[in-house]
C-alpha cells in the first residue's frame, strides 16, 4: 500500500490501496479524470432508474426510431457507465424500438490531409499502401466515445457499409436502415441518415449539444447558400494482394461550426419542440428529425457565407 487518500466527500474517509507496480503513468492521468469526476458528480452516482425518469420525463415512447448521441463523463458517473446507458434505452425502447447511433470512421482518411498530428511526406504513399480497408467489424469509431464502440461491437448491432460515414443500428428495422449505404453523399437523403429523416427519429442528445447532432449534416445537402461546394473525397476499401485500394467519391465538405448556433435559434423560434431534462450533472436534450433539420434549412440559407466549410 503507497498511499492514503482523503477524499471530499463529506464525512467520508476513503482508503486506496494501490500496489505500485500495478499503475503505470497512463493510468494515474485516468484515475486522476475520473476520480474528478466522481467529485464532480456528488452525493451519489447516476443509476439505471435515474436514466429511465429522465427519459420518461422527456416524452420518450416504446417503439421509438432513436438516434444517440452520448458523452458519458458530462452526466457525471454513472454506474456501469456505457453498458448501463445502451442496457437502459434498449429495454426503455423496446422489441419495436430501434436505436442507432453514427458510427464514423474519419481516421480512413487520405494521410496527405492529416494535421492532428501530421505525418513525414515520404510516409503518406506508405500509409496510403497499407491502410487497412474499411470493415464493419474492425474498423474503429472511437473517437466518437466508448458508448459507440461498445454500441457497435455489440452482437446484432449492424453497421452501414460507407468507409467513413458508417451508421449502426439494432432493433425493428435495423437491417432496411442500414442497406445500401452509397458511397457518394454519405449522409444526404438517400442515406441511412435520410431514412431516419423519412422515419422522423427522434434524436437524443445524452450529455451532448447540437454541436454533435449528425442529422444535422442531412441539411447541409438541402439547404443552398452562396459558395456551397462539392468536393472528392478518398476512402481505402479493399485489399489487392497486399495493398489498398483507394475509392474517389463526390461529397460536400461538412461544417459543423454553426449546428450550435442553430441549436440555439431552434428552441427560441421553435418552444416546446426541444425537451430538456437534467441528468446528474448534465442534461439530456430530445427533439424530432424533421422539425429540426426543416429549421436548420432556413436557418442556413438566411446565415450560411460562402466562407463556410471544413472539416466533418
Ligand atoms: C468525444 C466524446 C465521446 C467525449 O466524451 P467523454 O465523456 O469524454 O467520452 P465517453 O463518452 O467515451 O466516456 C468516457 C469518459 O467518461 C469518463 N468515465 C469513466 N467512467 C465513467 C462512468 N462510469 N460514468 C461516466 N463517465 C465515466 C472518463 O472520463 C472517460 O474518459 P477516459 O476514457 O478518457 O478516461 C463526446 O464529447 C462526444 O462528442 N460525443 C458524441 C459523439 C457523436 O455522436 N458525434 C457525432 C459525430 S457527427
Redesign the pocket.
Known sequence: VDELVLCDFPGTICYRIRPVSCYTPPMEE?YR??HE?ILATGHR??TPPDIRRALATLGLTPGETLM???????????????RTVLETLTDHLGPQGLLA??A?SVALSDPAGWENPPVPESWVPVIRDYMPPYDPDWSSAR??????ELFRRLPGTLRSAHPHFSLAARGAGAEALTANHAIDHAMGGKSPYGRLYEADASILLF??GFD???LL?LTEYRAEWPGKAEETARAPVRRQGEHTVWQEYRDIPFD?DDFSQIGRAFEEQKPGELRRTPLGIGELMLVKTRTLVDFAVGWMEANRRPTSGGE?
Open positions: 485516468r479524470k475520473e469526476l452516482p447516476v444517440l448521441h452520448v458523452s458519458l463523463s458530462r452526466v457525471g458517473w454513472i454506474v456501469g457507465g456505457a447511433m453514427p464514423h473517437r466518437l466515445g466508448e458508448t459507440v450529455g451532448v454533435n447532432c449528425t449534416h459543423a466533418p
